[in-house]
């Protein structure tokens, strides 16, 4: 069975700093698609990025990007110049090839210090 | 354009008793989802749908009950409620499965509290 580990419950950064996220999943499958969400306070989920198992590119939208390791199975999200309104809980997600369910992870919780 | 939405927002119900969870979607999509979330977890799935007539067993079914009858509506049923059905659920959907584009469009949410 496919999961999705995010180690990090809580994680807090300053304003305009850059903070990492980790993400690491478990498959035996090759073909694949990870994504990260947002939720805010709001509670409405969002989503920030996605990733193609097959590119090696890593993808980046803006402030936000991944470092996307395969071989070890890790898919951390960096969140460049912080800003208030990025404080939420993130979470990772994964689903395979010709699938129509996500899995998500536990959820990081960011906060953004001023 | 609404996207997706749901009601109530909230709910208290007593143990026993059952209930509708409403969810809406004006986009035209296929895939219908709904999710739990409890409280330091992450979204587990209770039930999906592929289309109209078409219902699926996610990760979580048991004491629920899903019904898609148009491509708009997909209600989530809950009998007996029970104290570990106290949740924050979640409607979604998307035009594409989910590995395609990946992409699902959520609800508000419904904050069930069962005592």
Redesign the interface.
Known sequence: AQT?T?SQ?EMSVQEAETVTLSCTYDTSESD??L?WYKQPP??????VI?QEAYKQQNATENRFSVNFQKAAKSFSLKISDSQLGDAAMY?CAF????????I????TRLHILP | NAGVTQTPKFRILKIGQSMTLQCTQDMNHN?M?W?RQDP??????IY?S?GAGIT?K?EVPNGYNVSRSTTEDFPLRLELAAPSQTS?Y?C?SSRY???AK???Y?G??TRLTVT
Not at chain 2, 40 to 45: C, W
């Open positions: 999705v995010q419950p694949y698609y994504f709001s509670r409405q989920m969002i989503l996605r979470f689903t395979m090839n010709r699938d129509d369910k996500i998500f992870g536990k959820g | 895939y989802y999710y330091g977890m992450g979204l587990k799935l999906y592929v699926d996610g924050v979640f979604a499965q989910a590995s990946g992409e699902q959520f508000p949410g």
